[in-house]
Protein backbone atom coordinates (compact mmCIF):
# COMPACT_ATOMS: atom_id res chain seq x y z
CA UNK A 1 0.00 0.00 0.00
CA UNK A 2 2.77 2.59 0.84
CA UNK A 3 4.40 1.76 -2.68
CA UNK A 4 1.12 2.38 -4.19
CA UNK A 5 0.43 6.11 -2.37
CA UNK A 6 1.56 9.15 -3.57
CA UNK A 7 5.02 9.85 -2.79
CA UNK A 8 5.57 12.63 -0.01
CA UNK A 9 9.61 13.03 -0.58
CA UNK A 10 8.81 16.60 -2.18
CA UNK A 11 7.10 18.24 0.87
CA UNK A 12 9.66 16.43 3.10
CA UNK A 13 12.45 17.62 1.41
CA UNK A 14 12.25 21.06 0.49
CA UNK A 15 10.60 23.62 3.03
CA UNK A 16 10.12 26.33 0.34
CA UNK A 17 8.03 23.46 -1.86
CA UNK A 18 5.97 22.45 1.32
CA UNK A 19 5.36 25.93 1.86
CA UNK A 20 4.08 26.79 -1.78
CA UNK A 21 2.32 23.83 -1.60
CA UNK A 22 -0.22 24.18 1.49
CA UNK A 23 -0.77 27.87 0.19
CA UNK A 24 -2.46 26.07 -2.81
CA UNK A 25 -4.28 23.52 -0.95
CA UNK A 26 -5.83 26.14 1.18
CA UNK A 27 -6.90 28.46 -1.77
CA UNK A 28 -7.75 25.09 -3.73
CA UNK A 29 -11.74 25.13 -2.57
CA UNK A 30 -12.25 28.59 -3.01
CA UNK A 31 -11.40 28.95 -6.02
CA UNK A 32 -13.63 26.47 -8.02
CA UNK A 33 -16.26 28.37 -6.07
CA UNK A 34 -16.16 31.38 -8.19
CA UNK A 35 -15.33 29.14 -11.51
CA UNK A 36 -18.67 27.15 -11.14
CA UNK A 37 -21.08 29.72 -9.09
CA UNK A 38 -19.80 32.33 -12.64
CA UNK A 39 -21.16 29.81 -14.74
CA UNK A 40 -24.57 29.36 -13.32
CA UNK A 41 -25.03 32.70 -12.83
CA UNK A 42 -24.41 33.47 -16.57
CA UNK A 43 -27.13 30.58 -16.81
CA UNK A 44 -29.21 31.36 -15.00
CA UNK A 45 -29.23 34.97 -16.41
CA UNK A 46 -29.33 33.70 -20.00
CA UNK A 47 -30.77 30.68 -19.90
CA UNK A 48 -28.47 29.64 -22.60
CA UNK A 49 -25.33 27.09 -22.55
CA UNK A 50 -23.94 29.58 -25.40
CA UNK A 51 -23.82 31.99 -23.04
CA UNK A 52 -21.98 29.96 -20.54
CA UNK A 53 -19.53 28.81 -23.16
CA UNK A 54 -19.05 32.02 -24.10
CA UNK A 55 -16.99 32.73 -20.97
CA UNK A 56 -14.41 31.14 -22.52
CA UNK A 57 -14.46 33.26 -25.47
CA UNK A 58 -13.59 36.48 -23.27
CA UNK A 59 -10.66 34.23 -21.02
CA UNK A 60 -9.22 33.22 -24.00
CA UNK A 61 -7.45 36.06 -26.02
CA UNK A 62 -6.24 37.78 -22.32
CA UNK A 63 -5.00 33.95 -21.02
CA UNK A 64 -2.71 33.56 -24.56
CA UNK A 65 -1.42 37.12 -24.27
CA UNK A 66 -0.53 37.42 -20.73
CA UNK A 67 0.65 33.20 -20.89
CA UNK A 68 3.02 34.30 -24.03
CA UNK A 69 4.15 37.22 -22.78
CA UNK A 70 4.27 36.76 -19.03
CA UNK A 71 6.27 33.37 -19.50
CA UNK A 72 8.95 36.16 -21.32
CA UNK A 73 8.32 38.34 -18.11
CA UNK A 74 8.83 35.48 -15.64
CA UNK A 75 12.22 34.28 -17.43
CA UNK A 76 13.45 37.98 -17.11
CA UNK A 77 13.06 38.47 -13.44
CA UNK A 78 12.69 37.40 -10.10
CA UNK A 79 9.67 34.61 -10.57
CA UNK A 80 8.66 34.99 -6.65
CA UNK A 81 8.02 38.92 -7.28
CA UNK A 82 6.18 38.34 -10.48
CA UNK A 83 4.06 35.48 -8.56
CA UNK A 84 3.25 38.07 -5.82
CA UNK A 85 2.07 40.56 -8.00
CA UNK A 86 0.16 38.14 -9.80
CA UNK A 87 -1.35 36.69 -7.28
CA UNK A 88 -2.72 40.12 -5.74
CA UNK A 89 -4.37 40.99 -9.34
CA UNK A 90 -6.12 37.69 -8.74
CA UNK A 91 -7.00 38.20 -5.13
CA UNK A 92 -8.51 42.31 -6.45
CA UNK A 93 -10.89 40.46 -9.36
CA UNK A 94 -12.51 38.06 -6.74
CA UNK A 95 -13.22 40.81 -4.42
CA UNK A 96 -14.88 42.63 -7.64
CA UNK A 97 -16.57 39.45 -8.62
CA UNK A 98 -18.03 39.21 -4.63
CA UNK A 99 -19.48 43.04 -4.91
CA UNK A 100 -21.25 42.82 -8.23
CA UNK A 101 -23.08 39.87 -6.84
CA UNK A 102 -23.49 41.72 -3.51
CA UNK A 103 -25.32 44.42 -5.22
CA UNK A 104 -27.24 42.72 -7.43
CA UNK A 105 -25.85 44.34 -10.98
CA UNK A 106 -27.03 40.94 -12.34
CA UNK A 107 -24.68 42.62 -15.68
CA UNK A 108 -23.44 39.43 -18.04
CA UNK A 109 -20.87 41.65 -19.98
CA UNK A 110 -19.58 42.51 -16.30
CA UNK A 111 -18.54 38.59 -15.54
CA UNK A 112 -17.61 38.57 -18.97
CA UNK A 113 -14.85 41.54 -18.17
CA UNK A 114 -13.68 39.83 -14.48
CA UNK A 115 -13.64 36.39 -16.35
CA UNK A 116 -11.23 38.16 -18.75
CA UNK A 117 -8.83 39.94 -16.28
CA UNK A 118 -8.60 36.84 -14.16
CA UNK A 119 -7.61 34.52 -16.83
CA UNK A 120 -4.88 37.41 -17.81
CA UNK A 121 -3.33 37.13 -14.39
CA UNK A 122 -3.81 33.57 -13.61
CA UNK A 123 -1.77 33.05 -17.28
CA UNK A 124 0.86 35.17 -15.90
CA UNK A 125 0.45 33.51 -11.78
CA UNK A 126 1.03 29.81 -13.00
CA UNK A 127 3.69 30.70 -15.44
CA UNK A 128 5.87 31.80 -12.65
CA UNK A 129 4.50 28.94 -9.84
CA UNK A 130 5.04 26.26 -12.53
CA UNK A 131 8.99 27.27 -13.39
CA UNK A 132 9.75 27.31 -9.99
CA UNK A 133 9.13 24.04 -8.84
CA UNK A 134 11.63 22.42 -10.87
CA UNK A 135 14.10 25.16 -8.76
CA UNK A 136 12.67 23.66 -5.01
CA UNK A 137 12.75 20.00 -5.63
CA UNK A 138 15.12 17.60 -7.15
CA UNK A 139 14.49 16.09 -10.98
CA UNK A 140 13.44 12.60 -9.79
CA UNK A 141 10.85 14.01 -7.55
CA UNK A 142 9.19 16.03 -10.37
CA UNK A 143 6.98 13.14 -11.00
CA UNK A 144 5.88 12.74 -7.09
CA UNK A 145 5.60 17.21 -6.91
CA UNK A 146 3.28 17.16 -10.13
CA UNK A 147 0.84 14.25 -8.70
CA UNK A 148 1.39 16.58 -5.28
CA UNK A 149 -0.44 19.35 -7.00
CA UNK A 150 -3.06 16.94 -8.92
CA UNK A 151 -4.21 16.27 -5.20
CA UNK A 152 -4.60 20.01 -4.57
CA UNK A 153 -6.70 20.30 -7.86
CA UNK A 154 -8.62 17.25 -7.32
CA UNK A 155 -9.14 18.14 -3.37
CA UNK A 156 -10.29 21.78 -4.44
CA UNK A 157 -12.41 20.54 -7.61
CA UNK A 158 -14.08 17.96 -5.44
CA UNK A 159 -15.35 19.55 -2.48
CA UNK A 160 -15.52 23.06 -4.46
CA UNK A 161 -17.75 22.17 -7.11
CA UNK A 162 -20.18 20.22 -4.64
CA UNK A 163 -20.10 23.28 -2.13
CA UNK A 164 -20.85 26.04 -4.79
CA UNK A 165 -23.91 24.36 -5.79
CA UNK A 166 -24.54 24.15 -2.30
CA UNK A 167 -23.88 27.68 -1.48
CA UNK A 168 -25.72 28.98 -4.74
CA UNK A 169 -29.03 27.27 -3.83
CA UNK A 170 -28.87 28.53 -0.13
CA UNK A 171 -26.62 31.57 0.14
CA UNK A 172 -26.64 33.08 -2.71
CA UNK A 173 -23.98 34.39 -5.20
CA UNK A 174 -22.36 37.01 -2.76
CA UNK A 175 -21.22 34.95 0.27
CA UNK A 176 -20.13 31.91 -2.16
CA UNK A 177 -17.77 34.48 -4.24
CA UNK A 178 -16.77 36.10 -0.58
CA UNK A 179 -15.76 32.74 0.80
CA UNK A 180 -13.34 32.26 -2.59
CA UNK A 181 -12.14 35.55 -1.85
CA UNK A 182 -11.36 35.07 1.65
CA UNK A 183 -9.34 31.33 0.66
CA UNK A 184 -7.18 33.37 -1.77
CA UNK A 185 -5.18 35.09 1.10
CA UNK A 186 -3.55 31.59 1.77
CA UNK A 187 -2.06 31.66 -1.87
CA UNK A 188 -0.56 35.61 -1.48
CA UNK A 189 0.57 33.72 2.11
CA UNK A 190 2.66 31.05 0.15
CA UNK A 191 4.60 33.44 -2.74
CA UNK A 192 5.55 35.89 0.27
CA UNK A 193 7.43 33.05 1.88
CA UNK A 194 9.27 31.68 -1.18
CA UNK A 195 12.71 32.74 -1.35
CA UNK A 196 13.74 35.12 -4.27
CA UNK A 197 14.14 32.70 -7.55
CA UNK A 198 16.06 34.62 -10.21
CA UNK A 199 16.17 32.97 -13.94
CA UNK A 200 19.72 30.57 -14.31
CA UNK A 201 21.56 30.80 -17.76
CA UNK A 202 20.95 33.29 -20.36
CA UNK A 203 18.77 35.99 -19.55
CA UNK A 204 17.37 37.76 -21.80
CA UNK A 205 14.79 40.98 -22.16
CA UNK A 206 11.17 40.39 -21.85
CA UNK A 207 9.34 41.38 -24.83
CA UNK A 208 8.44 39.94 -28.58
CA UNK A 209 11.81 38.70 -29.44
CA UNK A 210 11.66 36.80 -25.92
CA UNK A 211 8.38 35.11 -26.74
CA UNK A 212 9.48 34.43 -30.18
CA UNK A 213 12.73 32.21 -29.40
CA UNK A 214 9.75 30.31 -26.88
CA UNK A 215 7.85 30.05 -29.43
CA UNK A 216 10.59 28.63 -31.90
CA UNK A 217 11.95 26.20 -28.97
CA UNK A 218 8.55 24.56 -28.92
CA UNK A 219 8.56 24.97 -32.83
CA UNK A 220 11.42 22.31 -33.22
CA UNK A 221 11.15 20.03 -29.95
CA UNK A 222 8.57 17.36 -31.15
CA UNK A 223 8.34 15.70 -27.65
CA UNK A 224 7.64 18.98 -26.10
CA UNK A 225 4.95 20.03 -28.90
CA UNK A 226 3.28 17.19 -28.41
CA UNK A 227 2.25 17.24 -25.13
CA UNK A 228 0.41 20.89 -26.13
CA UNK A 229 -1.40 19.59 -28.76
CA UNK A 230 -2.65 16.06 -27.14
CA UNK A 231 -3.89 18.03 -24.34
CA UNK A 232 -5.76 20.41 -27.40
CA UNK A 233 -7.28 17.67 -28.84
CA UNK A 234 -8.95 16.48 -25.05
CA UNK A 235 -9.69 19.83 -23.75
CA UNK A 236 -11.03 21.36 -26.91
CA UNK A 237 -13.13 18.43 -28.04
CA UNK A 238 -14.04 16.60 -24.71
CA UNK A 239 -14.63 18.82 -21.96
CA UNK A 240 -18.43 19.08 -21.26
CA UNK A 241 -18.16 21.69 -18.71
CA UNK A 242 -20.32 24.26 -20.37
CA UNK A 243 -23.08 21.26 -20.65
CA UNK A 244 -23.25 20.38 -16.82
CA UNK A 245 -25.96 23.20 -15.94
CA UNK A 246 -28.29 21.80 -18.53
CA UNK A 247 -27.35 18.30 -18.17
CA UNK A 248 -28.27 18.99 -14.55
CA UNK A 249 -31.51 21.30 -15.03
CA UNK A 250 -32.92 18.89 -18.00
CA UNK A 251 -31.50 16.07 -18.64
CA UNK A 252 -30.53 14.19 -15.21
CA UNK A 253 -32.37 16.58 -12.78
CA UNK A 254 -31.20 18.39 -9.49
CA UNK A 255 -30.55 21.72 -11.00
CA UNK A 256 -27.25 23.27 -9.50
CA UNK A 257 -26.88 20.62 -7.18
CA UNK A 258 -26.27 18.05 -9.65
CA UNK A 259 -24.19 20.70 -12.06
CA UNK A 260 -21.82 21.27 -9.31
CA UNK A 261 -21.81 17.01 -8.84
CA UNK A 262 -20.87 16.58 -12.28
CA UNK A 263 -17.94 18.95 -12.43
CA UNK A 264 -16.81 17.49 -8.69
CA UNK A 265 -16.67 13.72 -10.57
CA UNK A 266 -13.66 14.59 -12.83
CA UNK A 267 -12.19 16.07 -9.72
CA UNK A 268 -12.66 13.16 -7.39
CA UNK A 269 -11.04 10.99 -10.17
CA UNK A 270 -8.12 13.27 -10.43
CA UNK A 271 -7.94 12.89 -6.49
CA UNK A 272 -8.01 8.97 -6.57
CA UNK A 273 -5.57 9.29 -9.43
CA UNK A 274 -3.02 11.54 -7.58
CA UNK A 275 -3.27 10.25 -4.02
CA UNK A 276 -2.42 6.64 -5.73
CA UNK A 277 0.34 7.72 -7.90
CA UNK A 278 3.16 6.08 -6.21
CA UNK A 279 3.97 4.04 -9.42
CA UNK A 280 3.65 6.86 -11.31
CA UNK A 281 7.53 7.35 -10.47
CA UNK A 282 8.65 4.23 -12.45
CA UNK A 283 7.04 4.56 -15.43
CA UNK A 284 9.37 5.16 -18.21
CA UNK A 285 7.05 5.26 -21.31
CA UNK A 286 5.07 8.80 -20.01
CA UNK A 287 4.56 9.43 -24.07
CA UNK A 288 2.68 6.42 -24.36
CA UNK A 289 0.54 6.63 -21.05
CA UNK A 290 -0.46 10.14 -22.51
CA UNK A 291 -1.87 8.69 -25.11
CA UNK A 292 -3.91 5.53 -23.24
CA UNK A 293 -5.29 8.19 -20.72
CA UNK A 294 -6.02 10.40 -23.43
CA UNK A 295 -7.80 8.24 -25.41
CA UNK A 296 -9.79 6.74 -22.22
CA UNK A 297 -10.53 10.57 -21.54
CA UNK A 298 -13.01 10.61 -24.73
CA UNK A 299 -13.73 7.43 -24.69
CA UNK A 300 -15.56 8.11 -21.11
CA UNK A 301 -17.13 11.50 -21.87
CA UNK A 302 -18.69 9.53 -25.15
CA UNK A 303 -20.05 7.49 -23.22
CA UNK A 304 -21.61 10.42 -20.49
CA UNK A 305 -23.12 11.13 -23.95
CA UNK A 306 -24.80 7.81 -24.41
CA UNK A 307 -25.84 7.40 -21.01
CA UNK A 308 -28.03 10.66 -20.92
CA UNK A 309 -29.61 9.32 -24.29
CA UNK A 310 -30.54 6.44 -22.63
CA UNK A 311 -32.11 8.32 -19.71
CA UNK A 312 -33.44 10.42 -22.16
CA UNK A 313 -34.93 14.46 -20.58
CA UNK A 314 -36.23 14.82 -16.49
CA UNK A 315 -39.56 15.19 -16.87
CA UNK A 316 -40.42 14.30 -12.96
CA UNK A 317 -39.15 15.13 -9.24
CA UNK A 318 -36.26 14.25 -7.72
CA UNK A 319 -33.17 13.12 -9.84
CA UNK A 320 -32.40 10.68 -12.25
CA UNK A 321 -31.04 7.10 -11.58
CA UNK A 322 -28.55 7.45 -14.78
CA UNK A 323 -26.98 10.26 -12.38
CA UNK A 324 -24.85 7.05 -10.91
CA UNK A 325 -23.69 6.24 -14.12
CA UNK A 326 -22.72 9.83 -15.10
CA UNK A 327 -21.20 10.47 -12.23
CA UNK A 328 -18.77 7.06 -12.39
CA UNK A 329 -17.95 7.87 -15.90
CA UNK A 330 -17.17 11.16 -14.92
CA UNK A 331 -14.58 9.96 -12.09
CA UNK A 332 -13.17 8.04 -14.76
CA UNK A 333 -11.91 10.43 -16.97
CA UNK A 334 -10.70 12.40 -14.15
CA UNK A 335 -8.28 9.48 -13.38
CA UNK A 336 -7.57 9.74 -17.08
CA UNK A 337 -7.02 13.25 -17.33
CA UNK A 338 -4.86 13.40 -14.07
CA UNK A 339 -2.27 10.72 -15.08
CA UNK A 340 -1.64 12.55 -18.18
CA UNK A 341 -1.13 15.93 -16.83
CA UNK A 342 1.23 14.80 -14.39
CA UNK A 343 3.43 12.72 -17.28
CA UNK A 344 2.71 16.38 -19.71
CA UNK A 345 3.93 18.19 -17.03
CA UNK A 346 6.74 15.97 -16.04
CA UNK A 347 7.88 15.73 -20.07
CA UNK A 348 7.73 19.84 -20.26
CA UNK A 349 9.40 20.35 -17.06
CA UNK A 350 12.48 18.09 -17.42
CA UNK A 351 13.36 18.43 -21.17
CA UNK A 352 13.27 22.54 -20.76
CA UNK A 353 16.62 24.54 -19.94
CA UNK A 354 15.60 26.88 -16.54
CA UNK A 355 16.24 29.76 -18.77
CA UNK A 356 13.07 28.86 -20.61
CA UNK A 357 11.12 27.07 -18.35
CA UNK A 358 9.03 30.24 -17.73
CA UNK A 359 7.91 30.86 -21.55
CA UNK A 360 7.13 27.14 -22.28
CA UNK A 361 5.41 27.30 -18.74
CA UNK A 362 3.74 30.18 -20.29
CA UNK A 363 2.43 28.05 -23.43
CA UNK A 364 2.17 25.35 -21.16
CA UNK A 365 -0.85 27.91 -19.35
CA UNK A 366 -2.17 28.80 -22.38
CA UNK A 367 -2.84 25.05 -23.44
CA UNK A 368 -4.03 24.02 -20.44
CA UNK A 369 -6.16 26.86 -19.26
CA UNK A 370 -7.11 28.00 -22.92
CA UNK A 371 -7.72 24.30 -24.61
CA UNK A 372 -10.71 24.00 -21.37
CA UNK A 373 -12.56 27.81 -22.61
CA UNK A 374 -12.12 26.74 -26.12
CA UNK A 375 -13.91 22.98 -25.01
CA UNK A 376 -16.41 25.53 -23.38
CA UNK A 377 -17.66 27.19 -26.25
CA UNK A 378 -17.16 24.11 -28.60
CA UNK A 379 -19.36 22.21 -25.70
CA UNK A 380 -21.71 25.05 -25.49
CA UNK A 381 -22.55 25.46 -29.14
CA UNK A 382 -22.75 21.83 -30.02
CA UNK A 383 -25.30 21.28 -27.22
CA UNK A 384 -27.15 24.14 -28.77
CA UNK A 385 -27.09 22.91 -32.24
CA UNK A 386 -27.19 19.11 -31.00
CA UNK A 387 -28.33 18.69 -27.55
CA UNK A 388 -26.30 17.81 -24.88
CA UNK A 389 -26.48 14.06 -25.16
CA UNK A 390 -25.28 14.43 -28.42
CA UNK A 391 -22.92 16.87 -28.18
CA UNK A 392 -20.99 14.65 -25.45
CA UNK A 393 -20.94 11.53 -28.11
CA UNK A 394 -19.98 13.67 -31.01
CA UNK A 395 -16.76 15.23 -28.42
CA UNK A 396 -15.45 12.17 -26.78
CA UNK A 397 -15.28 10.95 -30.18
CA UNK A 398 -13.50 13.47 -32.11
CA UNK A 399 -11.18 13.72 -29.29
CA UNK A 400 -9.87 10.35 -29.99
CA UNK A 401 -9.61 10.60 -33.82
CA UNK A 402 -7.57 14.08 -33.81
CA UNK A 403 -5.03 11.88 -30.60
CA UNK A 404 -4.14 8.77 -32.90
CA UNK A 405 -3.98 11.04 -35.98
CA UNK A 406 -1.36 12.83 -34.01
CA UNK A 407 0.41 10.21 -32.34
CA UNK A 408 0.64 8.35 -36.30
CA UNK A 409 2.13 11.29 -37.64
CA UNK A 410 4.51 11.81 -34.67
CA UNK A 411 5.48 8.26 -33.29
CA UNK A 412 8.50 9.45 -31.69
CA UNK A 413 6.55 10.54 -28.82
CA UNK A 414 5.16 7.11 -27.99
CA UNK A 415 8.89 5.84 -27.68
CA UNK A 416 9.13 8.70 -24.95
CA UNK A 417 12.04 7.67 -22.66
CA UNK A 418 12.05 9.14 -18.66
CA UNK A 419 15.55 8.69 -18.32
CA UNK A 420 16.66 9.96 -21.76
CA UNK A 421 14.10 13.54 -21.42
CA UNK A 422 14.73 14.22 -24.98
CA UNK A 423 12.68 17.74 -26.18
Not at 141 to 149: K, V
Not at 322 to 340: E, K, M, P, R, T
Request: charged fraction near 10%.
Amino acid sequence: MRKLLVDLSPLRESPAYRRLWIGMALSAIGAPLTLVAMSLQVYALTQSTFAVGMIGVFSLIPLVAAGLYGGSIVDAHDRRKIAILASIVLWAVTLGVAFQAWLNLEQVWLLYLFAAIQSAAMGINQAARSAIIPRLVRPELLPASNALSMIVFGAGMSVGPLLAGFLVATVGYGWTYSIDALTFTAVLWAVFRLPPVPPEGEVHKAGLRSVLEGLRFVAVRPNIRMTFLVDLCAMVFAMPRALFPAIGAVWLGGGEATSGLLLAAIAIGSLLAALFSGPLGKVRRQGLAVGVCITLWGGSIAGVGMALLAAGKHDGAGVSAWLAVVFALLVLSGIADSISGVFRSTILQSATPDHLRGRLQGIFIVVVAGGPRLGDLFAGSAGQLLGEAMAAVAGGLLCIGALWVLLKMQPKFLRYDARIPEP
